[in-house]
């Protein structure tokens, strides 16, 4: 027994030893690539808006103002890819602040790419969208 355990230290010590010697590669790091996408309406009409979209595949609904002659970032989502607007919305529903919430001026749905405009600016490490809205789209 007395013979036993300077044995086991002397294994213990030996492999410690062996691990600080080390010299492999450093480890890879793998990095999935994330794309990240930001939604923004740009009200050029001469009413304040509330917008509620329905985010895409969830069963809820968000509310964003959006005052008149601005632009207001509503949304953002990640994914593996830049998501397009079609990927984070189900629809779009613009309502009158003053009024109330049962009643929409105007609806988006479906949503099409092709209406949203791309103003992601040399550089930028996200994908840009924005849709505009006018006097003549709310009337």
């Known amino acids: ?9 002397l294994a213990c010590v030996i492999s410690l030893v062996s691990c600080l010697g080390n010299t492999g590669s450093e480890p890879t ?22 917008v509620t979209y ?11 103002a959006v005052p008149t002659n601005s632009t207001t970032k509503v949304f953002q989502l990640a994914r593996s890819n830049f998501p397009a ?3 984070a919305f189900d629809n779009l529903r613009f309502f009158m602040q ?3 919430m049962t009643s929409p001026i105007f609806v ?9 405009n791309d103003i992601t600016a040399e550089g930028d ?4 969208y924005e849709l505009r809205l006018t006097e003549e789209d709310i009337e």
Do not use: C, H
């Open 54 to 64: 329905k985010i895409a595949n969830f069963a809820v609904d968000s509310t964003v």
């Open 125 to 128: 490490t996200v994908k840009k």
């Open 85 to 87: 607007p079609s990927e």
């Open 98 to 100: 003053s009024s109330d």
């Open 29 to 50: 790091v793998i990095t999935e690539p994330l794309g990240r996408s930001y939604y923004y309406i740009t009200n050029q009409s001469e009413s304040n808006l509330n």
């Open 1 to 9: 027994m007395k013979l036993l355990k300077p044995v086991i230290l």
């Open 108 to 116: 988006v749905e479906p949503i099409v790419d092709e209406n949203w």
